[in-house]
C-alpha cells in the first residue's frame, strides 16, 4: 500500500521542493501551509507520517507536534521537523513536543528519506 505523507510549510517552494524528493520515491503527498491546515487534513486523511516545518503563522510545528501527540488517533504519527532553527534549545523544544526526528536546513534528499524510511 502507498504510504501518505503529509509535508506542512507556509513556504510553496519548499512544500513543492520536499513533495518533489518523497515522490520520486513513490510516496504519496499531501501539503499544508499551516498547522491549522494540517489538522484538517490528518481529520480527513489517513497519513503514514508527517514533515514539517517549525516556524510558520496561525499553527506552528510544535505546536502541530503537540496536538498530534495529545490526540488519541494520531499520537504514534511519527513527525520529522525540517527547520532553519539550529540552536540545541530548538531542537529540545521539538523533541519536548512529540517530533522524532529534528533536522536542521539544509539537508539533503538522501538524507530526509533515510530518515522517512527509518521511521516508516
Same mark, same amino acid.
Given at each position: &500500500?502507498?504510504?501518505?505523507?503529509?509535508?506542512?510549510?507556509?513556504?510553496?517552494?519548499?512544500?513543492?521542493?520536499?513533495?518533489?524528493?518523497?515522490?520520486?520515491?513513490?510516496?504519496?503527498?499531501?501539503?499544508?501551509?499551516?498547522?491549522?491546515?494540517?489538522?484538517?487534513?490528518?481529520?480527513?486523511?489517513?497519513?503514514?507520517?508527517?514533515?514539517?516545518? &517549525?516556524?510558520?503563522?496561525?499553527?506552528?510545528?510544535?505546536?502541530?507536534?503537540?496536538?498530534?501527540?495529545?490526540?488519541?488517533?494520531?499520537?504514534?504519527?511519527?513527525?520529522?521537523?525540517?527547520?532553519?532553527?539550529?540552536?540545541?534549545?530548538?531542537?529540545?523544544?521539538?523533541?519536548?513536543?512529540?517530533?522524532?526526528?529534528?533536522?536542521?536546513?539544509?539537508?539533503?534528499?538522501?538524507?530526509?528519506?533515510?530518515?522517512?524510511?527509518?521511521?516508516?
Amino acid at each position: &500500500m502507498e504510504k501518505k505523507i503529509l509535508v506542512v510549510d507556509d513556504c510553496d517552494t519548499t512544500r513543492k521542493l520536499l513533495s518533489y524528493i518523497m515522490k520520486e520515491r513513490g510516496y504519496k503527498i499531501i501539503t499544508a501551509s499551516n498547522g491549522i491546515e494540517a489538522l484538517e487534513v490528518l481529520a480527513a486523511n489517513h497519513i503514514d507520517l508527517v514533515v514539517t516545518d &517549525m516556524n510558520m503563522p496561525q499553527m506552528d510545528g510544535l505546536e502541530l507536534s503537540r496536538n498530534i501527540k495529545e490526540s488519541g488517533a494520531y499520537s504514534k504519527l511519527p513527525v520529522i521537523m525540517v527547520t532553519t532553527e539550529t540552536a540545541e534549545a530548538d531542537r529540545k523544544m521539538g523533541m519536548e513536543a512529540g517530533v522524532s526526528t529534528y533536522l536542521t536546513k539544509p539537508i539533503t534528499p538522501q538524507e530526509l528519506l533515510y530518515e522517512i524510511e527509518k521511521l516508516l
